[in-house]
């Protein structure tokens, strides 16, 4: 599988941003996307993710700020981010993977796929 992100960049507080991922080759093979972030000198951290049974989980700093979305037939995911904070400054990646059990947590894919990151920044 391969994932395209895209529509990252700058933003003052307050304000908002869409970004996108685009998925291609063999869709079948994941049951899950999600999008994870990585500040300056912190450690990646997933922010949002769906599974192919429509259920969406969000990290609580982005809870009723972000939503993730997809739209099935363009395999595309997005994460349509409100109301920016300066802490939602980072990279932003694109993830898809296969949960074995897919109404657990997304902490044990059995493979996962990364796409590149594409770069948020919120600043006055």
């Known amino acids: 599988v391969q994932l395209q992100a895209s529509g990252g960049g700058s933003v003052q507080p307050g304000g908002s941003l869409r970004i996108s991922c685009v998925a291609s080759?063999?869709?079948?093979?994941?049951?899950?996307m999600a999008w994870y972030r990585q500040a300056p000198g912190k450690q990646r951290e997933l922010v949002a993710y769906?599974?192919?049974?429509?259920?969406?989980t969000y990290a609580d700093s982005v809870k009723g700020r972000f939503t993730i979305s997809r739209h099935s037939t363009e395999n595309t995911m997005y994460l349509q981010m409100n109301d920016l904070k300066f802490e939602d400054t980072a990279v932003y990646y694109c993830?898809?993977?296969?949960?074995?059990?897919?109404?657990?947590?997304?902490?044990?894919?059995?493979?996962?796929?990364w796409g590149q990151g594409t770069q948020v920044t919120v600043s006055s």
């Open positions: 769906f599974t192919a049974t429509n259920r969406t």
């Open positions: 080759g063999k869709i079948f093979s994941i049951n899950v």
């Open positions: 993830n898809a993977g296969w949960l074995s059990n897919p109404s657990g947590p997304y902490d044990s894919p059995l493979y996962q796929f």
